[in-house]
């Protein structure tokens, strides 16, 4: 399985991001794709997690009301659509997957097998 993180940038406060994780070689028909960030010295943190299965979503209270996480099953590719960014939500951005749902452990990074290259988002004050 490979997973492919774009859509990083600069973006001042308040604006918008919308990054993408395109995903090839699964074996398995369902999956759940998680989407984490991390800040330098710190632990990896669940942001969004969705279910190929059956589109089940689940946020962060930090980022819940402000981004949006959606699926394209055709292209294989999902998709987190930032708004109201804030300097905090500063970090670089991994997509991951494990098979099956999301299930209640959605954000336990340990949980997921495979792992994107990250892409940073920069939000300025």
């Known amino acids: 399985v490979q997973l492919q993180a774009s859509g990083g940038g600069l973006v001042q406060s308040e604006g918008s991001l919308r990054l993408s994780c395109a995903a090839s070689?699964?074996?398995?028909?369902?999956?759940?794709i998680g989407w984490f960030r991390q800040t330098p010295g710190k632990e990896r943190k669940g942001v969004s997690c969705?279910?190929?299965?059956?589109?089940?979503?689940y946020y962060a209270d930090s980022v819940k009301g402000r981004f949006t996480i959606s699926r394209d099953n055709a292209k294989n590719t999902v998709y987190l659509q930032m708004n109201s960014l804030k300097p905090e939500d500063t970090a670089i951005y991994y997509c991951?997957?494990?098979?099956?749902?999301?299930?209640?452990?959605?954000?336990?990074?340990?949980?997921?097998?495979?792992w994107g290259q990250g892409t940073l988002v920069t939000v300025s004050s």
């Open positions: 070689g699964f074996t398995s028909g369902y999956y759940a």
């Open positions: 969705i279910s190929s299965r059956d589109g089940s979503t």
């Open positions: 991951a997957t494990d098979p099956g749902l999301c299930g209640s452990t959605w954000y336990v990074w340990r949980k997921y097998n495979y």
